[in-house]
């Protein structure tokens, strides 16, 4: 049996752009599609912290080392620059995976930098 895991998380980026009439998708910088093992249309899982509003898109590449997160097409709706979001993306493991799984977090600054990588969600980590 396969298990559907959160492989890795963008904890707390915060919007700084959106655009309507963009096609669609979520734009991330490059750094933390890098620090979080993201890649350019990998689906992605992304809740508003401020709204409560959960949706589906997809990853595409922001310039690197701009911070962006830029909501665009219908996504642009669920979210307004300043708003806090969680973004993350899932894998299917097997048992031998699973036993030395561990998801990645990327935690941010204010200017949505990686300011600390966990490899594991603990107590720890978090405090």
């Known amino acids: 049996m396969h298990r559907q ?3 890795a998380k963008l904890h ?5 752009d959106n655009n309507l009439h963009y ?3 979520i734009t991330i910088d490059q750094d933390l599609l890098e620090a979080a093992d993201i890649v350019p249309f990998e689906w992605l899982h ?5 709204t409560g509003d ?4 997809y990853a595409i590449a922001g310039e690197r080392g701009s ?8 996504t642009a709706r669920l979210g307004l620059p300043g708003d806090k979001l969680i973004v993350m993306c899932y894998g299917l493991f097997g048992p031998e995976e ?9 935690f941010v600054d204010a200017a ?10 603990t107590a720890e980590t978090l405090a």
Do not use: D, Q, W, Y
């Not at 707390?12 to 700084?16: A, L, M």
């Not at 997160?69 to 219908?74: D, H, T």
């Not at 949505?112 to 969600?121: F, G, I, M, W």
């Open 12 to 16: 707390g980026v915060t919007v700084t």
């Open 5 to 7: 895991m959160c492989k």
């Open 67 to 74: 911070g962006v997160i830029g909501l665009n097409g219908a």
């Open 98 to 106: 699973l036993a030395t799984f561990h998801p990645r977090l990327v």
């Open 112 to 121: 949505n930098r990686p300011l600390r990588l966990a490899e594991t969600e």
């Open 23 to 25: 096609v669609g998708s």
């Open 54 to 57: 959960r949706f589906e898109t």
């Open 46 to 50: 992304i809740v508003n912290v401020h």
